[in-house]
């Protein structure tokens, strides 16, 4: 029996990431009622930190940068907060880079990226651990949108923040058709998949400072020491994210033979004595967008349903600034389909 939702919510987003917290913060701070819906343990998406032993290790996005003046001064007002601190205007000696010194800020959270995501999701109303299953557009003007515990959550307008085939799914489960010009840009955007090991080591890892390695070869990515990134003072852990290419061909492999082929990109920087406490591997399947939606987001052309908003990394570009900025843009979307 599907339990119905007491209340009714203005604006209902499905996906906790960077995105949907950015939309539903920007669109309380406009009055707006929103409530927000993510399938895992707890918020952030790609703002993902872990805890390894005494300390923690980010295994999604490794930093921030700001490149355009409306994330520039959202950046500037977390720093203002101590929720972003400076970590490096260049790259460690070993890096594939040339340019050591290049002026592009690249910002850390101290403990951590998903620290960012629980600051945001403060006052908000944001559940965790809810499974989407399917929407549906009722008799009254307004989505029921079911869970797969069978609760009905209902809302004026829906906001869709997953990667694009997840969203593209859910439309579809739910019988719900675009317009083809609109599914066919759609069923375009594509993700790579990425690989990220975690590793922690008592002693012996030098990562050159400031603690960040770009492209060192071998199918390696980037290597982050988290401790000097202030992410994990307590603990050396060691993030190790594969490129594109070896993700591909790893991906279906198994854990230990993942992390060996990761693990051996650290022998450069590792003294013999180096001994590993624990590993642990994180698999990305939509990981960053490669061709993407060309506007920040869509407002879905659905006759005779309720307003439908489609948003998220696919829409804003690889970059964190990019699902800021769609959250922004989904947020304006909602505001205007409410008639605000």
Known sequence: MNRTSGRETDVLIVGGGLCGLIAARSLAESGVQAEVLD??????????????????????????TAESPLFRRMVRAWHKQGLVSEWCTGWSEGSISSDRTEAIVRWAVPGGMNTLA???????????????SRLEPANDGTWHVHDDAGGVHRARVVVLTPPVPQTLELLEVSGLRLPYDESYALRRVSYTRCLVGMFWFEDGVDIPEPGL????????????????????????LITVQAASALSDELYEAADDVVLDRLEAALAPYRARSAVVRERQLKRWRYALPVVRYPDRALRATIGGRPPLILA????????????????????????ESLGR
């Open 39 to 64: 399938k895992g343990r707890g918020v952030g998406g790609r703002l993902a930190t872990r805890r390894i032993g005494p300390g923690r290790a980010d295994h999604g996005a490794q930093f921030l």
């Open 118 to 132: 629980r600051h945001l999701a403060e006052g908000l109303d944001a559940r965790p651990g809810t499974r989407v």
């Open 213 to 236: 390695l770009e492209g060192v070869g071998d199918g390696i990515a980037f290597i982050a020491d988290n401790r000097r990134k202030g992410v994990s003072p307590e603990a050396l």
């Open 312 to 335: 998220g990394d696919g829409f804003g570009g690889l970059r964190i600034e990019g699902a800021a900025l769609s959250g922004l843009r989904a947020a304006e979307l909602a505001t």
